[in-house]
């Protein structure tokens, strides 16, 4: 089995650095909207939670989107440059 060639270590460390960056923001979206949604439940109406919780999804599908991009690129023999970020589709 031939053995896989690794992506240039300043690609891939480039990406780590982007992508811690880039992981705080949805990330800080979703704890901060759970943590609304939990403590003002009652208190919310009902377009607010769906509009709350569209928003977890769409921080979630961005945060998958940045990991699926690191993924592909561990796999990438070539280690061509990460993206400016997820695809636009991606953050809908």
Same mark, same amino acid.
């Given at each position: ?5 690794e992506p240039p ?8 650095r ?6 705080r923001?949805?990330?800080a ?5 759970a ?7 009652d =208190?919310l109406a009902?377009?607010? =939670? ?8 769409t921080?979630a599908?961005r ?11 561990? =796999? ?7 993206s400016?970020g997820?695809?636009?589709?991606s953050q =809908?």
């Amino acid at each position: 089995m031939p053995e896989q060639e690794e992506p240039p270590t300043d690609l891939v460390a480039a990406w780590v650095r982007r992508a811690g960056h880039d992981l705080r923001t949805p990330l800080a979206v979703i704890s901060g909207v759970a943590e609304t949604l939990q403590s003002s439940w009652d =208190r919310l109406a009902e377009a607010d =939670r769906t509009r709350l919780l569209t928003s977890i999804q769409t921080q979630a599908a961005r945060a998958v989107a940045l990991l699926d991009e690191g993924v592909a690129l561990a =796999r990438e023999p070539s280690g061509s440059e990460p993206s400016d970020g997820p695809d636009e589709a991606s953050q =809908r």
